[in-house]
């Protein structure tokens, strides 16, 4: 006797626990199998590419912070380039040395972030999420001594940053840098070489290389595909071409490398933090531009960094008003989802769960 | 007048019962003392178990809470410990909502379905010297028996709920539980046969050394086996929340949930307690004539905070991995087991079919040796090829390639 079977579609989202935000997915099972995934995005919408056009040049970075809401620094510092390549102002150094610190210690912040909660969605109950956090909450007050807010930073300005570090920033840097190394050889003692972990994630939803560069994948997970890109070496911006470190890169394009070159990506970052600290010399951290930003009409300027989840490029168009004719984000997660449909199919609902997390996407960014 | 238990009643050997029993037949015929004395143990199980449940709930709470670096539960009541309680009272005042399209009555059904094998496993587990509530014949026979119950009402729940998610946590839940009700049989044989009876109380009394060092790698299975019954971390797939957000009991709330929840906790307790009588030698301890409870919920505690370590280092496995595990790994090491316990006694019984203890511990010497062996080359077998982690690749501008 054959069992007559037929295939279930299950909407996996907007309101789930793992999908990172309003994500949504349309998937087909057999089974546990997945048959088809139809990603759809958009219940966080909130048209911040309109919003800007009606903003001045300065109000804008505070749409920004709202993006990848984990890693607002980063977006900051993407669009104050952007800004700063249309008006044409030199950043003085010490505000480019305080935008690499900062932006670096956000990528550990953000990545932290991302490995704890790949883990969540492994199974875990929350433990190395927790010490994760225990490790982002110092970077989190760190910012707030610098700027007051700890997740909508709105930190770096057109021209610098907002304001220099208070004199007590830098022995409480000091300090974290001292205690991070021992917490952060906990996480990664209780997770790197964890069984369960390797034989859960080992060689599933594998990201060829050609198909990563092809559908324009970037960061962490086009790296883990055995691509050494990342823009701090490409195409230098504020400091990074006086520091010194390397790109991890992974060959397997698994679940478990993207998870491995964040983990060693935030060791570097850590590189760079230290010889921030050590190159940093005092000066002013604000160029020398007016109140109200005019860029000349029809200037056009495209600003692109290395964020924590990839190549975030913010392209503005000035028409010569207060408010730019029109502001592009290109954001790495969106362009990271379009390969969901490859990852998933095949493999099964719990692959499904912990494949998204090791995108790491973020939904403020996706949706915009 | 005084009413008196023949030796042949199933209750004659409960000291409790026999105790209310005659304090009772005092005042009232002795039909209705047996039925009130009946009645009063009974309370004091369930209430037990469902205090106990509600208690291990905060304790696993602020164990959690310590793992995670955080404080836990600790507002209402000495060191948080009524949460449990403001947690019931909080569901009961929550809406009941049935979801529409449910198969009402079975929804219904399913908290009491979840709830009554947790009560009844206690039944006959002895708390200390002659305190089970009934010394059945057949006690481990009836632990196994009472706890396939809960697959049902697994099954039930992701049935009834109409609720994809529940559907999911239901099948993956049935598939678990059938396929680790095997290996947990096998290994409960060989504590049956150097125990020589299925009684829980003979068990115990049997365990002249505790049967955790005779019977390793039965503990092992059953230990494993049993989490895996209980739906704990790394085997929690029936209700995994980053994945099927609460699996088979997504529906339930309000007391629903709350039935649920206790049974869940319970359930922690009880298989506790029966791995306890199996396994750690049950009351028995210094004193245990007149202590043998406290050495009873010294040890449930132990293993339950073994549980709770497990569930918060742990991630969860995949579904064909944890049945490739209860099939190619623990079945075959339990069988092995059962066959080394088996020869071993039948050379070391004496005439009368009984071990004594330089006989277990010979037994426990070789059976520590299986247990390596077998762990060592099962583990080789089914353990899957992962690469390590590679050492960082130091890469600089030059040698990047642009294809």
Redesign the interface.
């Known amino acids: 006797m054959t069992i007559r079977t037929e295939p279930?579609t299950?909407n996996i989202g907007p309101q789930?626990?793992?999908t990172h935000g309003v994500f949504r997915l349309r998937v087909t099972f057999d089974?546990?199998e997945i048959l088809e995934v139809e990603p759809i995005f958009g219940y966080l919408h909130r048209g911040t590419e309109k919003l800007a056009e009606e903003r001045n040049y300065t109000q804008i970075v505070t749409l920004t912070d709202r993006l990848d809401y984990v890693s607002s620094m980063i977006n900051n510092q993407a669009y104050c380039l952007a800004v700063e390549e249309l008006l044409g102002v030199e950043v003085p150094q010490r505000a480019k040395y305080l935008r690499t610190l900062t932006a670096e210690l956000q990528r550990v912040a953000s990545h932290l972030m991302g490995i704890g909660f790949f883990?969540?969605?492994?199974?875990?109950?929350?433990?190395p999420l927790?010490?994760a956090f225990?490790s982002r909450e110092r970077i989190l007050d760190l910012f707030e001594m610098l700027c007051g807010a700890r997740i909508t930073v709105s930190y770096m300005r057109p021209g610098g940053v907002f304001f220099d570090a208070p004199v007590d920033f830098w022995p409480a840097l000091d300090q974290f840098l001292k205690d991070f190394e021992a917490e952060y050889n906990e996480i990664q003692q209780?997770i790197?070489?964890?069984?369960?972990?390797?034989?859960?994630t080992?060689g599933v939803a594998l990201l060829p290389l050609d198909l990563a560069?092809n559908a324009s994948v970037s960061g962490p997970s086009l790296r883990a595909s055995g691509?050494?890109?990342d823009w701090r070496?490409?195409a230098p911006y504020d400091a990074y071409d006086r520091m010194e470190f390397?790109?991890?890169?992974?060959t397997?394009g698994d679940n478990y490398d993207r998870f491995?070159v964040r983990i060693?990506e935030i060791?570097q970052s850590i590189r760079i933090v230290k010889q921030c600290i050590e190159q940093i010399e005092p000066g002013p951290t604000r160029a020398d531009v007016p109140l109200v930003l005019r860029p000349p009409a029809g200037a056009e300027a495209y600003g692109r960094v290395e964020a924590s989840k990839g190549e975030l490029g913010f392209y503005l168009v000035s028409d010569g008003g207060i408010s730019p004719y029109r502001m592009k984000i290109r954001s790495p997660s969106l362009m990271n989802l379009t390969v969901t449909e490859h990852l998933l199919v095949g493999w099964?609902?719990?692959?499904m769960?912990v494949t998204l997390g090791s995108l790491d996407i973020n939904l403020g960014e996706v949706d915009r | 007048m005084s009413c008196v238990l023949g030796p042949d009643n199933i209750l004659h050997d409960t000291l409790l019962f026999r105790v209310i029993y005659d304090f009772v037949g005092h005042l009232l015929p002795c039909w209705l003392s047996y039925i009130v004395a009946g009645g009063v143990i009974m309370m004091l199980l369930v209430n037990g178990v469902l205090m106990g449940a509600g208690l291990f709930s905060w304790v696993e709470r602020r164990l959690i809470g310590r793992f995670h670096n955080r404080i836990g539960p600790n507002r209402w009541g000495p060191f948080g410990m009524l949460q449990p309680m403001a947690d019931v009272v909080k569901l009961i005042f929550k809406e009941d909502l049935t979801p529409a399209g449910a198969d009402r009555i079975v929804f219904m059904i399913v908290p009491v379905a979840m709830l009554a094998p947790v009560v009844l496993m206690m039944a006959v587990v002895p708390f200390a010297k002659d305190t089970a509530l009934a010394n059945l014949n057949v006690g481990v026979l009836y632990v196994l028996a009472v706890t396939s119950i809960t697959s049902v009402a697994i099954f039930m729940a992701g049935w009834a709920s109409n609720n994809r998610y529940a559907m999911f946590g239901a099948s993956r839940g049935v598939a678990i539980l059938i396929s680790y009700e095997v290996p947990v049989v096998m290994s409960l044989l060989g504590v049956v046969l150097v125990a020589g009876s299925m009684s829980m109380a003979d068990v115990v009394s049997a365990q002249t050394i505790p049967f955790l060092l005779v019977q390793p790698l039965a503990f092992f299975v059953f230990f494993v086996g049993t989490s895996a019954e209980l739906n704990r971390t790394p085997f929690d797939l029936a209700e995994a929340e980053s994945e099927i957000i609460a699996g088979y009991h997504i529906e339930y709330s309000g007391v629903k949930f709350a039935l649920i929840q206790a049974a869940e906790f319970g359930a922690v307790l009880t298989s506790s307690a029966v791995m306890v009588t199996l396994f750690l030698s049950g009351w028995s301890g210094p004193l245990s004539s007149y202590l043998g409870w406290v050495w009873f919920l010294m040890k449930i505690g132990v293993l339950a905070f073994v549980f709770s370590w497990v569930r918060a280092t742990f991630p969860r496995l995949r579904i064909d991995q944890l049945l490739a595990f209860a099939w190619k790994f623990l079945l075959p090491i339990s069988i092995i087991n059962l066959f080394a316990t088996a020869l071993e006694v039948y050379f070391l019984r004496d005439g009368a079919g009984t071990l004594d203890t330089t006989d277990l511990w010979i037994m426990a010497g070789i059976n520590f040796g299986v247990a390596f062996g077998s762990l060592l080359i099962f583990g080789t077998l089914i353990k899957e090829k992962v690469r390590p982690a590679r050492p960082i690749t130091g890469v600089t501008l030059s040698s990047i390639e642009v294809s």
């Open positions: 279930m299950v789930h626990p793992s089974g546990e883990l969540q969605d492994l199974g875990t109950l929350g433990t927790m010490y225990r209780l790197l070489e964890n069984e369960i972990v390797m034989v859960r080992r560069i691509l050494a890109w070496k490409m390397d790109v991890p890169i992974a397997g491995w060693q060791h099964k609902l719990a692959d769960i």
